[in-house]
């Protein structure tokens, strides 16, 4: 499985009278082998997270709880995708811009990484972006 471009991808759900349970498998659910898992937590409602991009890291984001609106941008266009189920996640392939934004209250992002932390992998600055990009 490979994608070349951002698209929601639902996940498997179980239920049950005793909850519901859902799950991703790497290299199933997402085109990526999965290196790294981070959430992140207590962003005040309302809040935003500022953009960047990576040179070779694909994401998978989720909204473990809560809601929050993920803003793509390929360079030319933005695009916004509202997250709020357990159940949906968002590809986000590299050479992608992301931002995080529009958080409920105790919203969960969790974020699953095709790559181990490398800060040289990290895009900050959105015009540099635009000219890798070009």
């Given at each position: 499985?490979a994608?070349?471009?951002?698209q929601?991808?639902?996940?498997?759900?179980?239920?049950?009278?005793?909850?519901?349970?859902?799950?991703?498998?790497?290299?199933?659910?997402?085109?990526?082998?999965?290196?790294?898992?981070?959430?992140?937590?207590d962003?005040?409602?309302?809040?935003?997270?500022?953009?960047?991009a990576?040179?070779?890291?694909?994401?998978?984001?989720?909204?473990?709880s809560?809601?929050?609106?993920?803003?793509?941008?390929?360079g030319v266009?933005a695009?916004?995708?509202?997250?709020?189920r357990?159940?949906?996640?968002?590809?986000?392939?590299?050479?992608?811009?992301?931002?995080i934004d529009?958080?409920?209250?105790?919203s969960?992002?969790?974020?699953?990484?095709?790559?181990?932390?490398?800060?040289g992998?990290?895009i900050?600055?959105f015009d540099e972006f635009?000219?890798?990009?070009?």
């Amino acid at each position: 499985m490979a994608f070349d471009s951002p698209q929601i991808i639902e996940l498997p759900k179980v239920c049950d009278p005793r909850g519901n349970l859902s799950f991703v498998e790497s290299e199933g659910h997402v085109p990526f082998k999965v290196r790294r898992v981070y959430w992140i937590y207590d962003v005040p409602g309302g809040m935003r997270r500022y953009g960047h991009a990576f040179r070779e890291q694909d994401e998978f984001i989720v909204a473990l709880s809560g809601s929050f609106d993920v803003v793509l941008n390929d360079g030319v266009k933005a695009t916004r995708h509202h997250l709020c189920r357990s159940y949906y996640g968002l590809y986000v392939p590299r050479m992608t811009w992301r931002e995080i934004d529009n958080f409920s209250t105790n919203s969960v992002v969790m974020v699953l990484s095709s790559t181990c932390y490398d800060s040289g992998d990290y895009i900050e600055d959105f015009d540099e972006f635009q000219a890798l990009k070009k």
